[in-house]
């Protein structure tokens, strides 16, 4: 049965060929030191007001439709995910005594959510969208059509042609992550994943889903979910730059070394800082990258 090209199918191949996967930590020496628990580091940091964290809804819509040319007033912002962009901004706006507020007026809102802009996995800038290009080409696509792309397109070069001449080395693609696009393709193939798994099952089921393809972990699943499925409740904490803007926002010091929060010691601290923002902790994750000048 030929299988059809769908949005899912090509978003988690983008994701898969462009990632990059943080590398691995070295392990800490414990130390015995006293900490504050995760509660009251919290407490201690959101008792008392940071500014006025006053903001309307129509403010919102402006300081969205001042980021759009030549925006309509009655503009969707509706993310592909199917929750509002209004709503979200708006109570992470005010939620933790405005802690998210000046960040949102400064940076203007997430531009991934809004369907006026094309995106691809933006984190990793210019290097993924060079890899995605030539990706793209090796099954006759482009960005601006990526029809081609599908499950069957890629199998059909396993099968037919040269792995190595005719996928891995003109897509610019290590073995490790040619292995796992193909994984992906026999995934799809084979039925353990769909467009509507993608699109209409929980984070956690798109999570244990994908992180049963050989070579797709955690963050990139969660890179997946935030960037490419507009999913709102995403917290990466496995991502590098979310816990260093976590760090920087709050004026908080982790278990890691020199200080630097830990993904796995400083896990619970890194949730509690970011649950007055559930459900759209997707949009706190977002305005991390930009405090530490990430382009997200």
Known sequence: MMMRQTRASTMAARAAAASVTPSPTKKQKVHNAS??????????????PVKDSTITREEIR???????????????TKTMDGWCLVDALLHC??????????LILKNGPPKCYLKYFETGQQLAGSAASAIWERFLAVVGASKNDATSLTPQAILS????????????????????????????????EGGELSDDILKSASDEEVSQK????????????????LF??????????????VRNGTAKLWKVKGK?????MCAKKDKHLIESL?????????????YMYQLVDVKG
């Open 256 to 260: 890691g070394k020199n200080g630097k």
């Open 157 to 188: 070069i396993v099968r037919n042609c040269n792995v190595e001449d005719d996928l891995r080395a003109p897509a610019g693609i290590s073995n490790a992550k040619c292995r796992c696009i193909i994984a992906l393709s026999e995934a799809f």
């Open 93 to 102: 706006a005010t939620a933790s005594n405005g802690m998210l507020k000046d």
């Open 210 to 225: 994908l992180q049963k393809v050989k070579g797709i972990g955690p963050w990139s699943v969660d890179m997946f979910l």
């Open 35 to 48: 900490v504050p628990s995760p509660q009251a580091q919290v407490e201690r940091r959101t008792l008392f």
């Open 274 to 286: 970011h649950e007055p923002f559930s459900p759209y902790r997707s949009i706190s994750s977002y």
């Open 228 to 241: 490419e499925s507009h999913r709102k409740n995403v917290l990466p904490i496995g991502d590098l730059a």
């Open 62 to 76: 402006q300081l969205i439709r001042s980021h759009i040319p030549n925006a309509a007033d009655n503009i969707s």
